[in-house]
């Protein structure tokens, strides 16, 4: 299989974070983040981002803030 581009990468970061990707494109995956100073730093910065995140309550949020949230980690997926 050939390598993953930077941009197959930002596709799949979220599918990756999950646990979602089959092995052969985690492996893909982890290689390209091994190699690519600039989307280990995507990837690190997501990972954070994440865990920030998963600590404020949902319901702390206004609705517009948890729509807003909703539709930027949507596009993410695009």
Do not use: N
Request: with cysteine; hydrophobic share 35%; proline share 5%.
């Amino acid at each position: 299989m050939p390598e993953l581009t930077c941009q197959e990468l930002v596709e799949l970061v979220t599918d990756y974070l999950d646990g979602a990707l089959d092995p052969d494109t985690a492996r893909r995956f982890e290689e390209h983040v091994a190699e690519c100073p600039g989307c280990q730093t995507y990837v690190e910065q997501l990972e954070e981002t994440a865990s920030r995140l998963g600590t404020i309550p949902a319901e702390s949020l206004s609705e517009e803030m948890q729509a807003f949230l909703r539709s930027a980690f949507r596009d993410l997926r695009r």
